[in-house]
């Protein structure tokens, strides 16, 4: 047997570890084969970040299955219907009674051994990657008598709460789903907030906690790691009839990515320059369509949520198409005008990822945005998916 903690803080002489990286890890290793899991609350944006290990562990022919609690309406509609497509075995866990369903266990299942994840961090993207959590990783030998029967707690517990025939444990089908969004238990994830403090505005002013700042200064936190493949079917948006026609386009329909270059990240606060990339054309469909406005050059405003250290904010961005100079220069280039709080995220040198997540059809605002540094352990994944290449930059999709 072998004990990891795993302490999702920063704090004195503790340094941080995240569980979803832990998790992430585990379940995409080459001997695992099942992934079973047990929590209080689950959302699309803690599946979701765990979406490409899943999906390799699906991939070679392994299993998926959770026990999902639904209570104070944290758990989403969105997160059930995508376990009915990848966990079909899955269950909801409720009770009538006054008090709630509280486990978080995660158990990774390989042919001689197992790996339980046991603490307090729930299936969310907060609770697996920016919360302060704590969670104990236990390796367990089944030729060990002693790991196989510690093994065999946690599989009997879980294997109960997966078992439809025990009472309070019903099955992801539509039916059940149908009948807890009537009662209005469950609810879709664009009008059901995350846990914890809400959207910051980007310019909200502070007065309302400054006077416990010197009690409780603001800590910052990195970023969670941008969302994977969405386990859900995606909607094509409709768009208006008068818009700018883009250049054929490659399938970039669930997230943009982009590595960000020296002069890209050149254009912080204080420094003169204008915080604008370069959209490739061919990934110009991705983001909301241009129509001619009160501009010289055709344009699309849209909000985003920006993951900040200090948590998500609302920020407004503008893409416009500059077709050619007064001259008569032709210029023909589609630009993102950031912020400077967005650039402010990037490593001066450049080299880190700007990754432009699409929300599933509903939520406002319709994309986050993650600043995605060389050092997450999830930055190699992200920068493979980066095939292609525009004004010398990589660049991909999902």
């Given at each position: 047997m072998q004990v990891k903690v795993i302490p999702q803080i920063e704090l004195g002489d503790v340094r941080r570890l995240r569980v979803g990286d832990v998790l992430n890890k585990t379940i995409a290793a080459d001997e695992s084969q099942r992934f079973r899991f047990a929590v209080a609350f689950a959302r699309l944006s803690g599946l979701n970040r765990l979406s490409v290990s899943i999906e390799t562990l699906l991939n070679r022919g392994g299993k998926v299955a959770g026990a999902i609690g639904v209570d104070n309406q944290i758990t989403t509609v969105d997160v059930l219907k995508a376990l009915q497509k990848i966990a079909p075995n899955s269950t909801v866990f409720y009770t009538v009674s006054g008090y709630i369903y509280h486990p978080k266990l995660y158990l990774i299942d390989r042919e001689k051994s197992a790996v339980a994840i046991v603490g307090s961090a729930n299936l969310t993207r907060d609770g697996l990657f920016r919360n302060v959590e704590l969670a104990t990783a236990v390796h367990l030998e089944f030729e060990s008598s002693t790991d196989y029967e510690v093994y065999k707690r946690y599989e009997e517990f879980i294997g109960e709460l997966l078992n439809t025939a025990n009472p309070n444990v019903q099955p992801i089908g539509d039916a059940v789903l149908d009948r807890l969004v009537q009662a209005e238990i469950i609810k879709r994830e664009a009008r059901s907030s995350e846990p914890g403090p809400g959207l910051r505005s980007r310019r909200r002013q502070t007065t309302s906690f400054t006077d416990l700042e010197d009690l409780f200064p603001p800590l910052r936190v990195p970023v969670a790691p941008p969302a994977g493949k969405h386990?859900?079917?995606?909607?094509?948006?409709?768009?208006?009839?008068?818009?700018?026609?883009?250049?054929?386009?490659?399938?970039?329909?669930?997230?943009?990515?982009?590595?960000?270059?020296?002069?890209?990240?050149?254009?912080?606060?204080?420094?003169?320059?204008?915080?604008?990339?370069?959209?490739?054309?061919?990934?110009?469909?991705?983001?909301?369509?241009?129509?001619?406005?009160?501009?010289?050059?055709?344009?699309?405003?849209?909000?985003?949520?920006?993951?900040?250290?200090?948590?998500?904010?609302?920020?407004?961005?503008?893409?416009?198409?500059?077709?050619?100079?007064?001259?008569?220069?032709?210029?023909?280039?589609?630009?993102?005008?950031?912020?400077?709080?967005?650039?402010?995220?990037?490593?001066?040198?450049?080299?880190?990822?700007?990754?432009?997540?699409?929300?599933?059809?509903?939520?406002?605002?319709?994309?986050?945005?993650?600043?995605?540094?060389?050092?997450?352990?999830?930055?190699?994944?992200?920068?493979?998916?980066?095939?292609?290449?525009?004004?010398?930059?990589?660049?991909?999709?999902?």
């Amino acid at each position: 047997m072998q004990v990891k903690v795993i302490p999702q803080i920063e704090l004195g002489d503790v340094r941080r570890l995240r569980v979803g990286d832990v998790l992430n890890k585990t379940i995409a290793a080459d001997e695992s084969q099942r992934f079973r899991f047990a929590v209080a609350f689950a959302r699309l944006s803690g599946l979701n970040r765990l979406s490409v290990s899943i999906e390799t562990l699906l991939n070679r022919g392994g299993k998926v299955a959770g026990a999902i609690g639904v209570d104070n309406q944290i758990t989403t509609v969105d997160v059930l219907k995508a376990l009915q497509k990848i966990a079909p075995n899955s269950t909801v866990f409720y009770t009538v009674s006054g008090y709630i369903y509280h486990p978080k266990l995660y158990l990774i299942d390989r042919e001689k051994s197992a790996v339980a994840i046991v603490g307090s961090a729930n299936l969310t993207r907060d609770g697996l990657f920016r919360n302060v959590e704590l969670a104990t990783a236990v390796h367990l030998e089944f030729e060990s008598s002693t790991d196989y029967e510690v093994y065999k707690r946690y599989e009997e517990f879980i294997g109960e709460l997966l078992n439809t025939a025990n009472p309070n444990v019903q099955p992801i089908g539509d039916a059940v789903l149908d009948r807890l969004v009537q009662a209005e238990i469950i609810k879709r994830e664009a009008r059901s907030s995350e846990p914890g403090p809400g959207l910051r505005s980007r310019r909200r002013q502070t007065t309302s906690f400054t006077d416990l700042e010197d009690l409780f200064p603001p800590l910052r936190v990195p970023v969670a790691p941008p969302a994977g493949k969405h386990l859900v079917p995606k909607t094509r948006p409709i768009k208006p009839q008068k818009v700018i026609v883009p250049p054929a386009t490659v399938n970039v329909t669930t997230a943009f990515i982009m590595q960000l270059s020296a002069f890209d990240s050149s254009h912080r606060t204080g420094i003169k320059g204008t915080p604008e990339v370069l959209i490739p054309h061919a990934a110009i469909d991705f983001f909301p369509p241009l129509a001619q406005s009160g501009h010289k050059y055709p344009d699309a405003f849209f909000d985003v949520i920006l993951h900040t250290p200090l948590g998500p904010e609302r920020h407004s961005y503008r893409l416009w198409y500059y077709e050619q100079r007064a001259v008569g220069t032709r210029i023909d280039e589609y630009r993102l005008r950031l912020n400077h709080d967005t650039i402010d995220l990037a490593t001066p040198g450049g080299g880190d990822l700007l990754v432009i997540n699409k929300l599933p059809p509903g939520n406002d605002p319709a994309y986050e945005v993650t600043v995605l540094p060389q050092t997450d352990p999830t930055f190699p994944a992200f920068l493979n998916l980066c095939t292609r290449k525009a004004q010398g930059k990589k660049w991909g999709g999902l």
